[in-house]
């Protein structure tokens, strides 16, 4: 229980009191928290005051930078170009493994909120001015700072700029229908396929995740999946031809970035994952019949590069997080004119 609610507190969305309170229930993700007067969700941001609840961190960001597109991971969605990247602290998530857990946890671990004020107008000014296409809501869970979110995504949005969340895809049907139309690209963390590693090493569950996989897709919204890849954890050839498998189903232009993992926050003792390891993920995908497959975290591989589906051109060459040759035309192969599933900056 905090003794006051602080400079970044704001009344929140998609919440109501509880069975006719003080308790409230939270609707913005999956959790679905009940929450007592005085305490707070899961996140650690979204705190019951008096029968109301409050967002904790609402134009306080704590990390703000301009990143290429590549690095969220988006590979098809205006390649080569620059967004404005930002994150307030706080996740409705507990991952073991968390490498942001400095800023994703702190509200629970170093039991404080750290941020500058910066509004969402001066968001939306500061990414035109640092040239950027784009705003991510990114580092952290951006489901936790969604009133902040939605109100900077208004703004870009009537500013030609495109929206952008990387997420663990833990929001709820009704989030999602709140920011449609605002929201225009989403890389969603698909962490596994199996529900029993979502609750012991990651704290949430996985069929809200693919249920939000599913209805960004139907939205319109451009996605891309992450699986970071875990020695002994998550790698099984049997985990990874299910989630290739279901993401097929969804569409098989989903481009799967399967990454390399290095231990970090509570998982410093396992080993990064060995590069054959990824190989044979992305082997897997696309025998699976996904389009493209990228492998993440390892610098220089082959993966990294679009490649066309039917002849194997290189239509986007990458080094990295850069992007050092598109060689589409209007959208298609250069050598066989098939048309490539990617979102380029429109004309003007």
Request: aromatic share 10%; proline share 6%; glycine share 8%.
């Amino acid at each position: 229980m905090s003794g006051e609610l602080g400079a970044g507190a704001v009344r929140a969305s998609l919440w109501r009191e509880w069975r006719g309170g003080p308790s409230v229930r939270c609707f913005l993700c999956a959790h679905h928290c009940v929450i007592a007067p005085g305490e707070r969700g899961l996140c650690g941001v979204r705190e019951n005051w008096e029968g109301v609840l409050y967002t904790l961190v609402y134009g306080r960001p704590v990390s703000v930078a301009v990143d290429p597109i590549e690095k969220k991971p988006l590979f098809h969605f205006l390649p080569g170009s620059m967004s404005l990247s930002l994150a307030t602290v706080g996740c409705n998530f507990s991952c073991l493994f968390c490498q942001n857990a400095e800023i994703s946890q702190m509200p629970k671990d170093q039991k404080r909120l750290a941020g500058r004020y910066l509004s969402p107008g001066e968001v939306v000014q500061t990414a035109l001015e640092s040239g950027c296409l784009s705003v991510s809501y990114t580092y952290t869970e951006p489901t936790v700072f969604y009133e902040y979110a939605r109100d900077c995504a208004e703004l870009a949005a009537a500013a030609g700029l495109k929206n952008v969340f990387v997420t663990n895809g833990f929001m709820t049907a009704a989030t999602l229908r709140d920011i449609d139309g605002l929201l225009h690209a989403a890389n969603v963390d698909l962490k596994s396929f199996s529900d029993e590693f979502y609750r012991k090493v990651v704290g949430g569950r996985l069929k809200p995740v693919l249920d939000s996989i599913r209805r960004l897709w139907a939205m319109g919204v451009w996605v891309e999946v992450t699986t970071l890849l875990i020695p002994g954890m998550n790698d099984s050839e049997e985990e990874l031809r299910s989630i290739a498998t279901f993401l097929v189903s969804v569409s098989p232009d989903i481009p799967w970035h399967v990454s390399r993992f290095y231990p970090a926050y509570r998982f410093r003792h396992v080993p990064p994952t060995p590069v054959t390891a990824i190989e044979k993920a992305l082997s897997i995908g696309r025998d699976a019949g996904l389009h493209y497959v990228y492998g993440g975290n390892v610098p220089g591989h082959s993966s990294e590069s679009t490649r066309c589906p039917d002849c194997g051109e290189v239509v986007l060459d990458r080094q990295g997080f850069q992007l050092v040759r598109n060689s589409l035309h209007e959208g298609r192969c250069p050598r066989c004119g098939r048309e490539i599933a990617v979102h380029e900056k429109e004309a003007r």
